[in-house]
Each structure stands twice: as structure tokens, then as C-alpha cells.
């Protein structure tokens, strides 16, 4: 071969492996390029991606704050609505709003040969007189039924009784609103009262009266009792006498033969010390616990 055309090969081949290489030059500079803009798009998408959950994360907080604030607001509003209620109430010498927040939580009880009263004092326990549970015999009905003041009629059982109280204590599995028991320290002679039963089996009556004395013991029991000039009749029996707090401060119980306005329920520590008795010894738990 002659040499101008071996001189034009090795121009031709240096040529081509120049152009080789820019290119490879060329395609590398592209790719790390790429790459670099790779790592900066995902690095901005982590940080769009954290602020985005930063921000979720605080609407959802603020919605919890929100949600609490608005529970705390109900609360607090109820809270207010009842006191509202309860000062109307002592202001008041009427007492339809008493009686209306208490009846629910009153029952008449009922044996095959006796009626009387009782009151929810625990969820599903009724606290009502021993002798309401009585037959003529002296003996205890087993066959016991109360009735709500929906008019409605629930089975219910013993569970245990303490005759020098006549205290007795029976079960249902129907719910309702409780009524609370007072400090027997706290009942003072004058206060103004409300007795809630079926006198005479007129179902759900209301009398009202005020305390005539404390502290009154005796009548071959082991109780004491709050004395009372509030009209009380058979079928009173086991029902609540109520103060203007809406407490019971007694369990309405009897009156003196012959006369009127002298009547008598078991004071509320009484009530106390029979339920928790009969409940730790029969069902292994403490009732009553405020």
C-alpha cells in the first residue's frame, strides 16, 4: 500500500476514536448531570413530603384540640345547666323540678301480697323496707316484681336483707338514673323535704314537708331515723325522702299510729351501712363507695 493512503487510514482511524470519545465524554457528562438532577428532585420530593406530613400532623392536632375544646364546652355547659337547676330548685318553693329529676329513679315494688316503694341506689340495685318484702306469714316473698315510672313491670330478686333496719336489698337488669345518698351530718331540723312513693297504691305521689328532728332512735331497731311531718301512708314505705339537693336523706319507713304528720325514715348512714353490708357479704363488692 502506499503511503498516502496508509496516512489517510490512520487520519481517518484517529478520527473516528477522537470522535468516540467526545462522544463517550459527551454521553457521560449526560448521565452524571441526570443523576444530579435525580437527587436533587428526589431530595425536593422528601422535603415536600415531610413538610406536607408536618402539616397534616398539626391539622390533625388542632382538629383533637378542637374536639376537646368542644367536649370541655358541652361539659362544661351541662355542668352549668344543672346547677342553674338545682338553684331554681332551692329558690323555689315548688317542687316539680325536683320531682321531675328524681321520679325516674323511683319504683314501686311489688310481692305477690304486699306493694310498697324502693329507689335505685347503685346500677340495677333497688334499696327498699324489709317488710315490703313480707307476706301475711311473716315470711319473705321470693316471687318480687317492680314497676318503673314508664308504668312498665321488671322481674327483680333478693339479694339480701337486715330485718333490725328493715332494709332489704333486691336486683334488676334494668338501668336508671341513681339517687345519692346524704351525709346524715349534713340534714339539719327545718330543711324542707320531698317524699316520692305509691301511698295507699296511688303510684308515684309526692308530698313534702320539712325535717321535725334528727337522730331519732328507739322503736326496737337498730336504726335512727329522720323524723318528718311529711304525709307518709302504707305504700310509702322504702321510698326516698329527698332534699333540695336532690339527695335522699332517708328512706321513708313509718309513722306513729293515730296520728299525723309524724312520721319516719331511716337516716341515709343507716342506708349506707345496710346496702354495703349485705352487698361485701353476698356479692363480694362495696356498692355504696362515695
Excluded: W
Aim: contains cysteine; hydrophobic residues 40%.
Amino acid at each position: 500500500m502506499k503511503r498516502h493512503h496508509k496516512v489517510i487510514i490512520g487520519g481517518f482511524s484517529s478520527l473516528v476514536l477522537a470522535s468516540i470519545l467526545v462522544i463517550a465524554i459527551l454521553l457521560c457528562g449526560i448521565i452524571v448531570k441526570q443523576n444530579l438532577e435525580n437527587t436533587q428532585l428526589k431530595d425536593q420530593i422528601y422535603k415536600l413530603q415531610t413538610s406536607a406530613n408536618g402539616k397534616i400532623n398539626e391539622l390533625a392536632q388542632s382538629a383533637i384540640e378542637t374536639k376537646r375544646s368542644i367536649s370541655l364546652l358541652d361539659e362544661n355547659l351541662t355542668n352549668t345547666n344543672n346547677q342553674i337547676s338545682k338553684l331554681k330548685i332551692k329558690a323555689s318553693e315548688d317542687f316539680s323540678e325536683l320531682t321531675k329529676t328524681s321520679i325516674s329513679s323511683v319504683v314501686i315494688v311489688r310481692t305477690l301480697s304486699s306493694l310498697g316503694s324502693g329507689f335505685f341506689i347503685s346500677e340495677g340495685y333497688v334499696v327498699t323496707n324489709e317488710h315490703v318484702l313480707e307476706n301475711e306469714n311473716g315470711e319473705i316473698s321470693q316471687v318480687i316484681q317492680i314497676v318503673t315510672n314508664d308504668n312498665k313491670f321488671h322481674n327483680a330478686e333478693l339479694i339480701g336483707y337486715i330485718k333490725n333496719l328493715d332494709l332489704a336489698l333486691i336486683k334488676t337488669d334494668i338501668g336508671s338514673s341513681l339517687l345519692e345518698l346524704e351525709k346524715s351530718e349534713n340534714v339539719g331540723v327545718g330543711e324542707k323535704v320531698l317524699a316520692i312513693g305509691t301511698p295507699e297504691g296511688l303510684s308515684f305521689s309526692a308530698t313534702d314537708g320539712i325535717v321535725s328532728a334528727v337522730n331519732r332512735t328507739g322503736f326496737g331497731t337498730a336504726g335512727s331515723y329522720v323524723q318528718t311531718n311529711a304525709q307518709l301512708n302504707p305504700g310509702n314505705s322504702g321510698g326516698p325522702l329527698i332534699n333540695k339537693d336532690g339527695k335522699v336523706i332517708g328512706m321513708n319507713n313509718f309513722k306513729l299510729v293515730n296520728s299525723e304528720g309524724i312520721g319516719f325514715a331511716l337516716e341515709a348512714d343507716k342506708i349506707k351501712i345496710g346496702v354495703n353490708t349485705i352487698s361485701k357479704q353476698l356479692l363480694n363488692e362495696t356498692l355504696i363507695t362515695y
